[in-house]
């Protein structure tokens, strides 16, 4: 079993459709969660960083994480065409010597106009 | 903005030839990383290292190894490239304490023949 689960999709949705995207892991020693998106062919990009237990919210996109189920979700409102991306979650430890993550396989993530 | 420069993004090889892969980053960052992203398996961890000559293994170390002279360059090594290594691979830096954010490069598409 991987330590951290995502689904792969794609998951297709209709310009301006909340988006919620998924993460499950078997880890409890996580404490910090982020979400990155990447374009094809690009690399990942730092899209949400949250600490321990709770919500954040920036525009358009909101990451919750619920450490007693043991998983991550970010909401994207009012989607856009220019979300569609691979969306990664990413996992790590308190004090993890060089900031080593743990990565989701990825949602791909279309929203048609 | 921080760039994270690698230096091919397609590359094709035969079985047997020894690969580099060159990644220069220009913000001063001390850790610096080698993943290989392949489809449904998500980034998995190879090499990084948290200052010059220092390396650490990752997730998959086996058929790799890597070389930090200096601190803005990072070289992945491939010494004798195998089909199963066809895979992209992503560089990535951070700054020591930024727990979680990483700053990827756009990727090397290896392809062994």
């Known amino acids: 079993q991987k330590e951290v689960e995502q689904d792969p999709g794609p998951l297709s949705v209709p310009e301006g459709a909340i988006v919620s995207l998924n993460c499950t892991y078997s880890?409890?020693?996580?404490?910090?969660f982020m979400w990155y998106r990447q374009y094809s062919r690009k690399g990942p990009e730092l899209l949400m960083y949250?600490?321990?237990?709770g919500n954040k919210e920036d525009g358009r996109f909101t990451a919750q994480v619920d450490k007693s189920s043991k998983y991550i979700s970010l909401f994207i409102r009012d989607s856009q065409p220019s979300d569609s991306a691979t969306y990664l979650c990413?996992?790590?430890?308190?004090?993890?010597?060089?900031?080593?993550?743990?990565f989701g396989g990825g949602t791909r993530l279309m929203v048609k106009p | 903005d921080v760039k994270v420069t690698q230096s091919s993004r397609y590359l094709v090889k035969r079985t047997g030839e020894k690969v580099f892969l060159e990644c220069v980053q220009d913000m001063d960052h001390e850790n610096m990383f080698w993943y290989r992203q392949d489809p449904g398996l998500g980034l998995r961890l190879i090499y990084f290292s948290y200052d010059v000559k220092m390396k650490e293994k990752g997730d998959i170390p086996e058929g790799y190894s890597v070389s930090r002279e200096k601190k803005e360059r990072f070289s992945l090594i491939l010494e004798s490239a195998s089909t199963n290594q066809t895979s992209m691979y992503l560089c990535?830096?951070?700054?020591?304490?930024?727990?979680?954010?990483?700053?990827f490069g756009e990727g090397s598409r290896l392809t062994v023949l």
């Open positions: 880890n409890s020693a996580f404490q910090y």
């Open positions: 990413a996992m790590t430890k308190r004090g993890n010597a060089g900031n080593m993550l743990t």
């Open positions: 949250t600490y321990s237990s």
């Open positions: 990535a830096s951070s700054e020591q304490g930024k727990t979680g954010e990483l700053f």
